[in-house]
């Protein structure tokens, strides 16, 4: 009995087979060069899609073929689908879309419609392809990236600009627009005097299938997911989302629709709890290697001998894509109401493939909808775009500058109005960033009677802000003309208040190298980024992680009866440390209160140094300061800034002293310094 027992379980004394030996390698090999290109990717900055996809072509049937079971690993693939499409779900708002409906529901939907319309066209036509595949092939082109064109929008700033929410809702409805596709595109496969009945069958169970979900299952979705919330376990709730995706999924491939379709109804349904963010978190690894695994099956159909033989073709393919959805997305663009430059850039931005052509393309291959077509010059050719659609961002500004003639005369008539709102004014603030942050500063520069222009790239907030009486006007703080228009070179102080690093970094040289006497007060996220931005030439950085930290510990202390006085006495000496420019700025207060007069206060004042001055060439303990005073803060030269300097230091032109003192002080510092 024991000995059956042993013959029927797995013998782990026996050495690996040579078929599992070679699937470890296979494993490792798959890993280790996914590892290396996607690093390689990142580090040209270049989409980590390549990377998975140039996997795919060496190890693929027709380069190295080194993958004994591509059909099971092409199944495990398109698990990476299931993932991203509930990712999809959810962020599916229906608050988003109502808000967003015209562009979406209009530009967007009339984009995917006439640019698979054209290309399915083109395809029957030239290519000799069934409509029915012309369809398939045209729906698959007509997808934009939505990964990288977000995140170039993102990283830009210009989510908020015209052509970034018409390109933000076009891809709102391209991956929408996947769902129908993912459905539709097996029913294209029938004869064509079943395709009507197919697709309204396919239709109505898709449709029943989201009423009962919508209508029923939101409501059992919530109580089920604060069952297993309450039992307070990170594998049981992970368990659980693993079963509502997976098993929605195979819900609607048994009732003969998409796995796709059914991930997607599941991220929907999640994505009306308050679980929502915490699913996404845990979901993110799975969703981002099996995706991986979904581009390397793509890439293995890829064959690199019959595209290379086919390269006049390839290209022909590349450059009808983009010229046609340029084309089609600039037309559309003007027809829903956009001026010409925002147009051309509309059509830009989309006019290159996505990763859900892909998906689109493996669907259609694998129901046999493109047997026989075209699909090695397309593929290659979406392929090429991906890597083109960065770059074609990047030249976007000139080509509408160089071919739409308007584009100057708007530019230069945002510049004049923001030119004719600064006009008169000496020794204001200029707020860059008219956010939470920013529209907190304005109130605190209103109370003191404080003049300020504010610059903000987000139109809605520009006009509703406006039109309030605020001085706020749309404009790109990163570029110097913007700057001077709103008066840099009058200005007392500029205020950084986003806390983009590299974008703060722009705009500091932009203000260095244009007016390096006015002081910069920038906000930053970590103490690590204030360092960074200080050596850049800040005059002065507020790191939101400390003064969150030090607000929390202030309001502990007071809870746990520490006296206020000493609360106060702590936060002055750490603030201090921290920032130079404040010191003075506290004491005394907390020992004489409102009694002390404000002319007696300390105070900053910077005196900025030119040619003929009386200190220019005179060691800073030789210009007498002292007797008037006041001391020296700070010494910035050339976009640096030293705290304290030494009093051997000569003074150049060009120098910006900071004094602290008295109003008094500052101004007898000021004399000593221009006029002796």
Same mark, same amino acid.
């Given at each position: ?20 030996l ?9 890993l ?11 580090v040209?900055?270049?989409?980590p899609?390549l990377?998975?996809l ?15 079971d591509?059909?099971g690993?092409?199944h ?13 779900g ?61 995140k ?33 595109i ?9 395709l ?6 396919a ?13 029923i299952?939101?409501k059992?979705?919530?109580g ?8 307070k376990?990170a594998e ?8 509502i ?8 491939e048994w ?14 349904l999640i ?5 929502r ?9 799975f969703?981002?290697v ?11 159909m ?7 033989a ?33 147009a051309?850039?509309?059509?830009l ?11 689109l ?10 047997a ?12 090429l775009?991906?890597m083109?659609?960065p ?10 500058l ?10 230069s008539m ?5 030119a ?12 860059c ?7 907190h500063?304005?109130?605190?520069l209103e ?30 703080c ?9 008066g ?6 500029v205020v950084?208040?986003?806390a983009?690093?590299v ?18 007060v920038?906000?930053?996220?970590e ?11 800040? *005059?002065? %950085? $507020?790191?939101? &992680?400390l003064?969150?930290? +030090?607000? =929390?510990? /202030?309001? @502990?202390?007071?809870?746990? !009866? ?8 702590r ?18 207060a ?15 004042h910077?005196?900025a ?26 010494l ?10 030494? *009093?051997? %230091? $000569?003074l150049? &032109?060009g120098?910006?002293? +900071?004094? =602290?003192g /008295?109003a @008094?002080?500052?101004?007898? !510092?000021?004399?000593k310094?221009?006029?002796?």
């Amino acid at each position: 009995m024991v000995s059956d027992v042993v013959m029927i379980g797995p013998n782990y004394n026996q050495p690996p087979t040579g078929d599992d030996l070679n699937t470890l390698q296979l494993v490792l090999l798959l890993l280790g060069a996914s590892v290396l290109v996607v690093t390689a990717c990142r580090v040209a900055n270049l989409p980590p899609i390549l990377g998975y996809l140039l996997v795919g072509v060496v190890v693929g049937p027709h380069a190295l073929d080194l993958l004994p079971d591509a059909e099971g690993a092409s199944h495990l693939a398109e698990f990476g689908v299931v993932f991203l499409m509930f990712s999809i779900g959810l962020e599916f708002s229906l608050a988003r879309l109502y808000a967003m409906k015209r562009i979406v529901f209009g530009l967007g939907l009339a984009q995917v419609a006439l640019t698979a319309a054209a290309i399915g066209a083109v395809a029957a036509t030239a290519a000799s392809v069934s409509w029915l595949a012309g369809i398939g092939l045209g729906g698959a082109l007509a997808m934009s990236s939505t990964a990288i064109l977000s995140k170039l929008l993102a990283d830009r700033r210009e989510l908020d600009s015209p052509h970034g929410r018409e390109v933000m809702g076009v891809l709102l409805f391209q991956d929408l627009a996947v769902v129908p596709l993912l459905v539709i595109i097996p029913a294209l496969v029938r004869p064509v005097g079943e395709l009507a009945g197919a697709l309204a069958t396919a239709s109505l169970k898709a449709a029943v299938l989201l009423a009962l979900v919508l209508f029923i299952g939101q409501k059992l979705m919530r109580g089920w997911f604060t069952l297993v919330a309450r039992r307070k376990s990170a594998e049981l709730f992970m368990l659980n989302v693993l079963l509502i995706t997976l098993g929605l999924a195979w819900l609607t491939e048994w009732a003969g629709l998409s796995l796709a379709l059914g991930a997607f109804v599941a991220g929907m349904l999640i994505s009306e709890t308050e679980y929502r963010y915490m699913v996404e978190e845990d979901i993110k690894p799975f969703r981002d290697v099996l995706l991986g695994l979904f581009f390397i099956s793509i890439g293995m159909m890829l064959d690199l001998q019959a595209i290379l033989a086919e390269w006049p073709r390839v290209l022909g393919v590349l450059l009808g894509l983009l010229l046609g959805k340029l084309a089609v997305a600039w037309a559309l663009s003007r027809a829903f109401g956009a001026g010409a430059g925002t147009a051309l850039r509309t059509g830009l931005w989309l006019c290159a493939g996505g990763e859900f052509g892909f998906v689109l393309l493996a669907r259609g291959e694998s129901v046999g909808l493109l047997a026989g077509g075209p699909l090695q010059p397309v593929l290659a050719a979406l392929v090429l775009s991906l890597m083109l659609a960065p770059l074609i961002v990047h030249f976007a500004d000139r080509i509408v500058l160089r071919f739409v003639a308007s584009e100057w005369l708007l530019r230069s008539m945002q510049l004049t109005q923001l030119a004719a709102h600064t006009m008169e004014s000496d020794k204001h603030a200029i707020v860059c960033g008219y956010g939470r942050t920013g529209q907190h500063l304005a109130r605190f520069l209103e109370h003191e009677g404080i003049g300020f222009q504010a610059l903000d790239l987000d139109p809605e907030r520009v006009r509703e802000a406006a039109n309030a009486g605020e001085p706020v006007s749309y404009g790109d703080c990163t570029r110097r003309e913007t700057l001077l228009a709103a008066g840099l070179a009058r200005a007392s102080v500029v205020v950084i208040t986003f806390a983009d690093r590299v974008d703060t970094l722009r705009t500091l040289h932009r203000i260095r190298e244009s007016a390096p006497g006015v002081p910069v007060v920038a906000r930053a996220r970590e103490e690590d980024d204030a360092e960074e931005l200080l050596a850049a030439g800040a *005059a002065e %950085v $507020v790191p939101e &992680a400390l003064e969150s930290s +030090v607000m =929390l510990a /202030t309001h @502990a202390l007071a809870f746990v !009866g520490v006296p206020l006085h000493r609360i106060v006495k702590r936060l002055r000496e750490l603030r201090e440390q921290h920032y130079g420019l404040l010191r003075g700025f506290f004491h005394g207060a907390t020992d004489v209160g409102d009694r002390v007069l404000e002319a007696d206060l300390p105070r900053l004042h910077s005196v900025a140094l030119a040619e003929g001055d009386h200190a220019v060439g005179m060691m800073l303990g030789d210009v007498g300061l002292g007797k008037a005073g006041a001391t020296v803060s700070a010494l910035r030269r050339h976009g640096l800034r030293g705290l304290e300097p030494d *009093a051997t %230091v $000569v003074l150049a &032109a060009g120098d910006v002293v +900071v004094l =602290l003192g /008295t109003a @008094a002080a500052v101004m007898a !510092g000021e004399t000593k310094l221009l006029r002796g």
